[in-house]
Structures are given as structure tokens and as C-alpha cells.
T-cell receptor, first 112, second 113 residues
């Protein structure tokens, strides 16, 4: 079955790094995604990683994938107040049509 | 501008009164989906469509219907809404292909009294 888990809250100081963690259970996942949701808005795709990759870096964002432990993380360097939002990880499989399975979301609060 | 448009953005209604939430995308995407977002549960897929006249159930389809008569539109229909369908709903679309990202609408907040 598919299950994606995240911790619910994370609080960091401005300028520090944030690390948001996610665990998933379906080993047949092909792509794993990170989405950002700001208040009152839809979901914005931040980045994604293919399951045969270990790491992907995109400016301040670093995604690490440990496929053996089924663990995905998103690191945000030099966290800013504008990074305050809910972050969702999601997995998709090659079959099952269009389906994305989302985690519960992590609320990131950036304090001055 | 490429976008997914949902209407209405907010709706308060009563139990049993049929309602439709419209979703339209202007990107010629093959795939479209509806999700609901509830606190502590993340987003759960209700229905999806891989092309015109092709729809299938997601994880939580009970109490919902969809149709895909045209490529750009994917309405969500609640024939007899109940309070447990009070939620935040998102429509999404994407191109066919493994790593194509989903584009989300801004959401529709439904309250069923």
C-alpha cells in the first residue's frame, strides 16, 4: 500500500537551514515531489527527484533521497520569512494512471 | 497565462442541495484530477481522468461524480452533499509522461451545513 508521512510542524530562525523530512512506503515509486502551499493558494511545485537519483540541488533547495530507507528530505538553505508555508512531499508510480499520493504536510514557520 | 481555474472559490450550502465545482485548464493537458485537503490528512485524490471520456476513482470517490466531455474541463459534482464533504478542494492537470508536474488551481472551499 501507499503511505507518505511527514512531521506536522517545523520552526526555524531566519538565516538558518530548514530540513523537512518525509518517509514513504511504496518501493515502486518512480518520482518524488516537493510542493509548497502558501495561505489561500494552491500547490506550487518546488522540485522533484527521480527514484534512481540520490540528490538534486536547485539554488537554495537540496533534495536527498535514501531509497533503501524510503526517506526523502528537503533542505532549504538560508531560510527566509517568505519560505513560511506548508510543504508537501508526494510520490507517484509508473502505473495507477495520474495518481499522486501526498504526505500530510509540514508547516514551516520562520522566525526573526 | 497557463493556468487551472476553479469556480467557485468559496461556497456555503446546505445538505442535499446538488452542486458543481467547475475546473478548466488552458494547457491542453491530458490528465486532470480532483483532490480534497483536510487537516492532518494532506491531499487525497477523489477522481482522475487520463483523457476525454476516461475517468477513474481515486482514494476517496464516495459521494462524488465527475465528467470529462471536453479536454479542458473536468467538473466535480456533489449530487447530495453532506457535512463530511466540507473541505478544501483542488483541481490539477498535467501532461502525459512520467515526470510532468501537476499544475494546481487555487482551491475551492466548500462548507456543507
Amino acid at each position: 500500500g501507499e503511505d507518505v508521512e511527514q512531521s506536522l510542524f517545523l520552526s526555524v530562525r531566519e538565516g538558518d537551514s530548514s530540513v523537512i523530512n518525509c518517509t514513504y512506503t511504496d518501493s515502486s515509486s518512480t518520482y518524488l515531489y516537493w510542493y509548497k502551499q502558501e495561505p489561500g493558494a494552491g500547490l506550487q511545485l518546488l522540485t522533484y527527484i527521480f527514484s534512481n537519483m540520490d540528490m538534486k540541488q536547485d539554488q537554495r533547495l537540496t533534495v536527498l533521497l535514501n531509497k533503501k530507507d524510503k526517506h526523502l528530505s528537503l533542505r532549504i538553505a538560508d531560510t527566509q520569512t517568505g519560505d513560511s508555508a506548508i510543504y508537501f512531499c508526494a510520490e507517484s508510480m509508473s502505473g495507477g494512471g495520474n495518481k499522486l499520493t501526498f504526505g500530510t504536510g509540514t508547516q514551516l514557520k520562520v522566525e526573526l | 497565462e497557463a493556468q487551472v481555474t476553479q469556480n467557485p472559490r468559496y461556497l456555503i450550502t446546505v445538505t442535499g442541495k446538488k452542486l458543481t465545482v467547475t475546473c478548466s485548464q488552458n494547457m491542453n493537458h491530458e490528465y486532470m484530477s480532483w483532490y480534497r485537503q483536510d487537516p492532518g490528512l494532506g491531499l487525497r485524490q477523489i477522481y482522475y481522468s487520463m483523457n476525454v471520456e476516461v475517468t477513474d476513482k481515486g482514494d476517496v470517490p464516495e459521494g462524488y461524480k465527475v465528467s470529462r466531455k471536453e479536454k479542458r474541463n473536468f467538473p466535480l459534482i456533489l449530487e447530495s452533499p453532506s457535512p463530511n464533504q466540507t473541505s478544501l478542494y483542488f483541481c490539477a492537470s498535467r501532461r502525459r509522461g512520467g515526470n510532468q508536474p501537476q499544475h494546481f488551481g487555487d482551491g475551492t472551499r466548500l462548507s456543507i451545513l
